[in-house]
């Protein structure tokens, strides 16, 4: 099993819809979780973290994360194209050092 | 701030070759990690260092693989001799301090080509 799990898509949908992404991890004792964006031929980019159960909002995007479950996802709402992109999820491994595993990416493709 | 720095940006050369790889990070960040990113793999933590200083380098695939840092701004990766499947984009990435070392900050990547 992989510790980081995604979809590698691609996730197609319309202009203006909400796009959700979803994630699962292996490691129980993750305490920090993370989205990166990154658009083709560039490198990823931050957009949203969350270490709490719950939802976490910023604009237009919500993290969701359920530790019981091991489940972290990412909705988007008001789909733009500009949000075309692959999503990278990432998780804190527990443990003495700091080490971020991320998973291979969900391609989201928004239809204008 | 120019943001993290890498060269080259591409990288072809012939298997058996030496390649060095060199990463200049945010000035202030303490944290720099080296990643690789393939299609079948993702990217994946080769090695990351925190005040200069290596902390984890259990990504790193084989002996062939090594990573300096002589100073706070200035890392390279090294492959020697390199072979053709470690063809990959090169990333590294830098973050402020210790208590957000997951908030990495990108380079634009190392695209290596072994032939």
């Known amino acids: 099993q992989k510790e980081v799990e995604q979809n590698s898509g691609p996730l197609s949908v319309p202009e203006g819809a909400i796009a959700s992404l979803n994630c699962t991890y292996s490691d129980r004792g993750s305490q920090s979780f993370f989205w990166y964006r990154q658009y083709s031929g560039k490198s990823p980019e931050l957009i949203m973290f969350?270490?709490?159960?719950g939802d976490k909002e910023d604009g237009r995007f919500t993290a969701q994360l359920n530790k019981a479950s091991q489940y972290v996802s990412l909705l988007i709402r008001d789909s733009q194209p500009s949000d075309s992109a692959t999503y990278l999820c990432?998780?804190?491994?527990?443990?003495?050092?700091?080490?971020?595993?991320f998973g291979t990416g969900t391609l989201l493709a928004v239809q204008p | 701030d120019a943001g993290v720095i890498q060269s080259p940006r591409h990288e072809v050369t012939e298997m058996g070759q030496e390649v060095t790889l060199r990463c200049k990070p945010i000035s202030g960040h303490n944290s720099l990690f080296w990643y690789r990113q393939t299609m079948m793999r993702g990217l994946e933590l080769l090695i990351y260092?925190?005040?200069?200083?290596?902390?984890?380098d259990s990504g790193m695939p084989e002996d062939r693989f090594s990573a300096k840092m002589p100073n706070a701004s200035f890392s390279t990766l090294k492959i020697q001799p390199s072979e053709p499947r470690d063809s990959a984009v090169y990333f590294c990435a830098s973050s402020p301090s210790r208590t957000e070392e997951e908030k990495l900050f990108f380079g634009s990547g190392t695209q290596l080509s072994v032939l």
């Open positions: 260092f925190n005040n200069n200083v290596p902390i984890d």
């Open positions: 990432a998780v804190n491994i527990w443990g003495a050092t700091n080490k971020l595993i």
């Open positions: 969350i270490y709490s159960n």
